[in-house]
């Protein structure tokens, strides 16, 4: 696990994190490995964001000091091996309780590396929820602004049954419509093949 610090509290810019992960990819790459990683960013109390990455690494490979390889020139990095990979990074998530704001531009997770068979359940997993009713693993959306989700294959526009206002300082959701071929309690992005007959 590598935590990322920022020197300055008003430091972070976008793309910083994206810089730093493409200096290790091309490190792996070198060594001869595909990089896996996650990462999540967190407000620390004196208001400087900082990120905590879990890298996946061959056994007997251990990555350099980013901060002393000039990969991250924006403060400083620690290294350590996670044990329970995804309890820490529950914990950081667990941390963010919504009233902290994160600087313009910020992220607040992030993951790559993923394998061809993994790739589609991720983007599955990262669509709306109402739209997961609609979508199989195979569906690919892109927003379009102005008109919604369009499926990336057949170009059909599924707009979203939300409407988000702000009224004063509260954002308000309105559901206007349920898409009628919605299905109900979908469980993940395989949990319709049991009804099919093979």
């Known amino acids: 696990m590598l935590t990322l610090t920022y020197r300055d509290v008003d430091g972070f810019r976008p793309g910083h994190i994206s810089a730093l992960l493409k200096h290790i990819r091309q490190w792996m790459k070198r060594k001869g490995h595909r990089m896996r990683y996650v990462w999540v960013a967190e407000l620390q109390r004196r208001g400087a964001l900082h990120y905590h990455v879990l890298l996946w690494l061959p ?11 000039g990969w991250w020139p924006h403060g400083h ?3 350590e091996w996670a044990r329970n990979a995804v ?3 529950c914990k950081y998530v667990s941390k963010f309780d919504g009233q902290a704001s994160l600087p313009k531009g910020c992220r607040l997770h992030g993951s790559g590396g993923h394998d061809d068979f993994a790739k589609p ?5 990262n669509l709306p929820t109402w739209l997961k009713s609609l979508a199989g693993v195979e ?28 009224v004063g300082a509260r954002v308000i959701a309105t559901r206007l419509f349920t898409h009628p071929q919605a ?9 319709l093949l049991g009804g099919f007959a093979v």
């Open 87 to 89: 309890g820490y990074l």
């Open 139 to 166: 569906s690919s959306f892109v927003r379009v602004k102005g008109v919604g989700l369009v499926e990336r294959g057949t170009g059909v526009c599924v707009p979203s049954p939300w409407r988000v206002s702000l």
């Open 59 to 69: 056994r007997g490979l251990t990555l350099p000091k980013p901060d002393k390889q």
């Open 77 to 79: 990095t620690r290294i």
């Open 121 to 125: 359940i991720r983007r599955w997993f």
């Open 183 to 191: 299905l109900r309690d979908i469980a993940g992005p395989y949990s």
